[in-house]
């Protein structure tokens, strides 16, 4: 089985292109699910299908459905809901208060994730096709198994020891049950368990790839650059970018001069994101939406033969990857072919600028590394290192050190 996920600022192009590669899947024969994460429910009018929250057939081998967070919230979330909810009420917060309260922000990407994991698993999808929330959110829902993990796996067990031996004294002295009970507790390591597989299989570099979609212009290729490496210091693999609404040449003044901007903006692309395929997709007279459009989209991104697979396995260690190494952060890049000599790299504000005889790659980097300084770089074995050290002072102590995945894969675990 095959996922792909789509990310990119808002409006970019992802659930066309995401709705695009899934048709394209499923014009292959593959048995392919779409589903979109993103509350702008978007993904039927691209479709121009009216969606569900359970998969429907919309099209040959092609299933697709808008998740329903707030109804998995209802029924995932009830009893740590419920214990909050009583928690907040004993220190005199109005119910209806409470109920708003306990609301807990990003719980909806949680549940998004959870249900990802369990949809790639109870049915037999060859290809899940997912159309993500926009970057930050997705940075954040990517990154969410591993940090919730780590506060699930250090706070609660010694928090659950505690409230043991506390709840018959409590009990003893009248105060009521101000300890999560044990089904709060169990509620939560399941999810960190939930979690746990969620991370194998989106860290996973032979099943999951991120496709980070874009348009020529300045501010959205700059917060492409940005997700590209915080996805390596998560360890997913990136395996192509999108470059969507590129403007045909025209005759007249204002169109070539959209068109100079994008060109240079282009050139920029494939000096950052060097060594990842970048395909473009032109600025179509009209929206693509249905399946007859967005297959003509799926033959300017893919090629027109339907032979040509959307989403082969990826091949190869990737690209970028951050992993800690004691203290210190180590980037690597991949950098076939190149003599030590030639390589030089320099921090400049958030970026670091490598040079490699006449190219130039620029990584702006992801805010855990800003808080770095570039302390050693060196190149050997058709890679460049460098070595990022926390500032003291202005690394808090009680953020977790990030561990290689013991198979050497990738980033983080
Ligand atoms: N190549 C294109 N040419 C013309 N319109 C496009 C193209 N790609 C996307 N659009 C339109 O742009 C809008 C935003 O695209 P959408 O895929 O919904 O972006 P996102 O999911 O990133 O927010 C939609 O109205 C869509 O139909
Ligand atoms: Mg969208």
């Not at 702008?40 to 057939?57: M, V």
């Not at 990842?276 to 459009?293: H, N, S, T």
Request: glycine fraction near 8%.
């Amino acid at each position: 089985m095959r996922i792909v996920l789509f990310t990119g600022k808002g409006g970019v192009g992802k659930t066309t292109t995401a709705a695009a590669t899934a048709l394209r899947l499923a014009d292959r024969g593959c048995k392919t699910l779409l589903l979109s994460t993103d509350s702008a429910h978007s993904l039927g009018d691209a479709l121009d299908t009216p969606l569900g929250g359970t998969p429907a057939e919309v099209a040959p081998s092609l299933w697709a459905l808008q998740l329903d967070t707030q109804a998995r919230f209802e029924t995932a979330w009830r009893e740590v809901q419920s214990f909050l909810i009583d928690l907040l009420a004993r220190g005199g917060v109005d119910p209806i208060t409470a109920d708003e309260l306990t609301v807990l922000p990003g719980v909806e990407e949680v549940l998004a994730l959870l249900a990802v994991r369990e949809l790639a698993v109870t049915g037999d999808w060859d290809a899940l096709v997912v159309d993500c929330a926009p970057t930050a959110e997705t940075l954040r829902l990517l990154a969410l198994p591993e940090a919730l993990a780590w506060y699930l796996q250090r706070v609660f067990p010694a928090q659950r020891r505690l409230a043991r031996g506390i709840r018959p004294v409590a009990a003893l002295f009248g105060r009521g049950a101000v300890v999560p009970p044990d089904t709060v507790f169990d509620a939560l390591l399941r999810l960190n368990d939930e979690l746990a597989g969620v991370r194998e299989l989106l860290g996973d570099p032979t099943v999951t790839s991120v496709r980070l979609v874009l348009t020529p212009e300045a501010v959205v290729v700059a917060e492409a650059r940005r997700t590209f490496t915080a996805l390596a210091l998560y360890g997913y693999a990136v395996d192509l970018v999108v470059a969507n609404r590129v403007f045909p040449p025209g005759a007249d003044e204002w169109r070539q001069g959209w068109a100079r901007a994008q060109q240079a903006q282009l050139a920029g692309i494939r000096e950052s994101f060097a060594g990842l395929p970048v395909r473009e997709v032109p600025y179509r007279a009209a929206e693509p939406v249905g399946a007859g459009a967005l297959r003509q989209v799926a033959d300017t991104l893919y090629g027109a033969l339907p032979g040509d697979d959307p989403a082969p396995t990826p091949s190869g260690p990737p690209l970028v990857v951050v992993e800690a190494d004691g203290a210190d952060y180590l980037l690597r890049l991949a950098l076939p072919l190149v003599a030590p000599a030639e390589v030089e790299a320099a921090r400049v504000g958030d970026d670091v600028v490598i040079r490699v005889g006449g190219h130039r790659r620029v990584l702006t980097l992801p805010s855990v590394l800003r808080r770095c300084e570039v302390v050693d770089g060196r190149c050997a074995d058709g890679r460049l290192e460098v070595r990022f050290r926390p500032e003291s002072g202005r690394w808090p102590a009680e953020v977790p050190p990030r561990r290689p995945r013991p198979n050497g894969a990738g980033g983080p675990s």
